[in-house]
């Protein structure tokens, strides 16, 4: 009886070592729990930015047209004031006065702009209607033109990269409706010899939806051949004349971190 009862009490006194064993292996886990602050990071605090309201800027944007004048841009060809015709709140394209570019330059940035392709499309097919284009620093065309019901090469079309990237989806409306672009680049990065070191990327959304997303631009927008880069720093933004009537209207920009 005795070395039973003696049993017994070993058995019980190893079941309550066990079982402190248990609890002091999880005091210890509760203890090495790391806490919900140790990953809360309170520095930088981002600036404050005031939303635009409908279709207006944001706070922190550098307007470049805001419907009444061109004084923030130049003549491409020459460089003196900007020839196109500022209408009422939109400014049109004077075909065969060249391009025209921002004074100031810029690197990485968000930019927002709406556009309209002529409703006459009489005659005018593929590349003919509503040409014009988006030159990010001065060399890599984002393309804008009239693609509602209207076919060209898919390289080529609106929201192309051109002749570099075909959109994910054409999200043109028809000739006379406004449309937005809303895009964001990542300028490239050359190293002191004129090497590219980091390639530069490009999002476009179209009318509120995604046409490019992050694509790794090749080089300087080509017409014939392949594109290629030449290192530059920041340089201005252009819209291009292709000879059509095109109207831009609500262009600013936000320079941004990479
Ligand atoms: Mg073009």
Redo the contacts with the bound molecule.
């Keep these: 009886m005795r070395t039973i009862k003696a049993q017994n009490i070993i058995k019980t006194v190893n079941l309550l070592l066990t079982s402190l064993l248990v609890l002091m292996a999880y005091a210890d886990l509760f203890g090495q729990q790391r806490k919900p602050e140790e990953t809360e990071v309170w520095e930088p605090v981002p600036p404050v930015v005031t939303p635009g309201v409908g279709n207006q800027p944001p706070s922190d944007a550098i307007v470049l047209f805001d419907g009444k004048n061109l004084d923030a841009w130049e003549s491409v060809n020459g460089g003196g004031p900007a020839p196109w015709m500022v209408m009422d709140g939109y400014v049109m394209v004077k075909p065969g006065s060249g391009a025209i570019q921002t004074k100031a330059s810029f690197g990485s940035c968000q930019l927002h702009l709406e556009w309209k392709t002529p409703i006459d499309t009489a005659g005018k097919h593929s590349?003919e209607r509503g040409?014009?284009?988006v030159f990010l620093q001065s060399r890599y065309?984002v393309?804008?033109?009239d693609n509602f019901r209207n076919r060209t090469y898919s390289n080529?079309q609106a929201a192309s990269i051109?002749k570099q990237a075909i959109p994910q989806v054409n999200a043109c409306l028809p000739p006379g409706d406004w449309q937005t672009f809303d895009i964001f680049y990542n300028a490239p990065q050359f190293d002191s010899a004129g090497k590219l070191i980091k390639p530069a990327y490009v999002t476009v959304v179209q009318n509120g939806i995604l046409v490019e997303n992050h694509f790794e631009i090749k080089g300087n927008t080509m017409y014939i051949g392949n594109p290629e880069y030449k290192a530059h720093g920041d340089l201005p933004l252009q819209l291009?004349d292709?000879g059509n009537f095109m109207a831009f209207r609500n262009i600013w920009v936000r320079n941004i971190q990479d």
Excluded: A, D, R
């Design positions: 590349q040409n014009s284009g065309e393309q804008v033109l080529g051109y291009q292709h």
